[in-house]
Each structure stands twice: as C-alpha cells, then as structure tokens.
C-alpha cells in the first residue's frame, strides 16, 4: 500500500519565490494604480531555479512579448487601413495567419524560438482584444509590465539564490531544535 502522503505536492523554494515575485508585483501596482495581471504574469514565468533557468524562462516571456507586441501593432495598423473603423473583424483572420508565420520566423531569427507561445498570446489579445484606439499603448504597456515582472523574479533569484536560503533553513531549523528539544519537522526538501 501506497503512502497517502507521496502523492501530495510539494511546497518548494522556487514555489515560494515565484509566489513572493508575483505579490510583490500586485502590491507595486496597486500602489501605483495600475493593473497587474501581466507583471504578475511575467514574475511567475521569469523564475527559475537558478538565474540562468531564469534568464531563459524570462527571456521567453519577455522576447515574445516584445515580437508579438510590435508585430500585433503592425498588424492592427494594418487592419485599421482596411476597416478605419474596426467594423470587419473578418480580416483579423489572413492577419492572424500572417501574424503568427511572421512571429515563429522572427523568433528563429533571433534564436529565441521558446518565444513563440508567449508572442503569440500577446499577438491574438492585441488582434482580438483590444480597442481600436488604444492598440499601441496597450501593446507598449504589455511589454513594460511583462518586463517588470520579469527583473522582479530575476531580482528575487539573485537576492536569495538557492545556496543562501537552504542555509538559512538550516540555522532556522537548528534554531528551532535548540529552543524546543525534540523539534523534527516533517519536511526536510528545501527546494
């Protein structure tokens, strides 16, 4: 018979710094009054286990976001020369095809192309999901909040790398076994 137990999740380092990266993306933005679903975003996305997983894991948020953002204005320019008033939005769709063609072929170029997935999000929201006169600065604002996000979480990595908070869950730990005789706790996995 099977432990109960082993198939619960675990709560890890990396959890904890993607959830800690995210909140302290909400809470700079509401004091700030804007919203912050695409830092939070970028935050989860840019943490890794260590810089370089999260230099790469960013980098494919925030390289996407970037081709996908320029390429979705391009497009909507496009459109809006064919439909000034955003009143045939059947032509999103050649658009769409184009779109994401071109992107996968950007991102190859660049020799970035786990990029492909997160540009492409942002390409069909700014196709399909945002108004017609706010398509640019929607677009640019995207790719400042997906970066922000982004440099939170790598920032978060570089300040409590891996090695420095198992060492401080150790002290911790030996800490709480001094001052409470007995003390085991029931999870010893730090990441």
Known sequence: M???????????????KSAF????CA??????????TFACIGAVYGMGNDMGHSWQQGGNRLIGTI????LGMGLFWCYLLLAPAGESRVLLIPLTFVGVVVLICLAQ???WPTAVQPGSVVLCII???????????YALNRMVDTGVGVLMSMLINYLFP??????WIAWWKKRANAMVPG???THDRPD
Do not use: C, Q
């Open 2 to 16: 099977e432990d109960a137990h082993s198939h619960l999740p675990h709560i890890g380092l990396r959890n904890l």
């Open 21 to 24: 990266s995210a909140a302290l």
């Open 27 to 36: 809470g700079i933005y509401y004091l700030i009054d804007r919203n912050p």
């Open 67 to 70: 081709i996908g953002g320029f």
């Open 109 to 111: 170029m660049f020799r």
């Open 127 to 137: 196709l399909f999901n945002t108004p017609t006169d706010t398509y640019v600065s």
């Open 162 to 167: 891996r090695e420095r908070l198992v060492r």
């Open 183 to 185: 003390f085991t706790p």
